[in-house]
């Protein structure tokens, strides 16, 4: 069985204290070079249960314009859950590589769920210092559990638990991102796909990396998303690029990190912006995350919403289907 992995080229690498090539970044991508070192603005954080509404619809709209991301506290996920999703992620990535393997993405496989490596095509053959898995979480007809790993044991049960709890925060989000651009709350959640909305969790792994300043953990992009809820580790890496400068995101203990995904920007006709961000790596410790991407069905046709579209105002971007803005993006297309 072939292991290309960067968990096991990680651990060989170490040995010599150097990163193989295809890992090394251009220069204008390294981070040692590009990365902001100044006192930079922070991410907004916003207090997901103040009970001034009004405020909270303002703030989480002016960070949705403004900066495409916003950290929320507050937000009804308990934070001994938090903790054992990020146990069970943790154990799963420290398991013996073949065990690892068992969930893996079958190579002729059209969807990226599954244990993998490797997810976009990348025309300079570089490759990102990161492993992941993915699976859906919700709603039950379209979880494949056999992307779920069956070793640590908790694994389902927990991650079931944070995808109940989840569902609150998503609602909560909809609701607030509508109300700031003037509609009525449903209105987002229902044109990006209701309750077949899907859930899509993933886990990165960046293993330790003996040259951090060469390399990325995920190169800039966008997500193709509606909206992505993140949970980090306490190891720093996210950065936003805001001002043509790559900003450090501040780690704030048990906040979720939500990105505007390319999905809400379409249907806001780019009142709400999708964040460019990307990942770099840490020296002596791995970095983690664990992404909610809410996308919509496969064959739902998204576009700018009517109501965002005059004579002054034509839109910005195609109505297609969620399926095929998804194959163009992940295999470098215009859309």
Known sequence: ??????????????????????????????????????????????????????????????????????????????????????????KFFQLPQEEKEVCARPRDSKSIEGYGSKLQKDPQEKKS??????????????????????????????????AKYMRDVVDKLFTTLSLGLGLEGHVLKEAAGGEQIEYMLKINYYPPCPRPDLTLGVVAHTDLS???????????????????????????????????????EILSNGKYKAVLHRTTVAKDRARMSWPVFLEPPGELMVGPLPQFINKDNPPKFKTKKFKDYTYCKLNKLPQ
Do not use: C
């Not at 949705?64 to 308990?78: L, M």
């Not at 306490?234 to 203990?253: C, N, R, S, T």
């Open 1 to 90: 069985m072939e292991f290309d992995r960067v968990q096991t080229i990680a651990s060989l690498s170490f040995d010599k204290q150097a990163i193989p090539e295809e890992f090394i970044r251009p220069e204008k991508e390294q981070p040692a070079i590009t990365t902001f070192r100044g006192v930079a603005p922070e991410i907004p954080a916003i207090d997901l249960s103040d009970p001034d509404q009004e405020k909270l619809v303002g703030l989480i709209a002016d960070a949705s314009k403004e900066w495409g991301i916003f950290q929320v506290i507050n937000h009804g996920i308990p934070s001994d859950l938090i903790a054992e999703l990020q146990g069970v992620g943790k």
């Open 226 to 264: 509606a909206i992505t809820i993140l949970v980090p580790n306490e190891v720093p890496g996210l950065q936003i690029f805001k001002d043509d400068q790559w900003i450090e995101a501040k780690y704030i203990p048990d906040a979720l990190i939500i990105h505007i995904g390319d999905q809400i």
């Open 129 to 162: 210092w990161v492993d992941h898995l993915f699976h859906r979480i919700w709603p039950p007809p379209s979880i494949n559990y056999q992307f779920w790993p069956e070793n640590p044991p908790s694994y389902r049960e927990v991650t079931e638990e944070y």
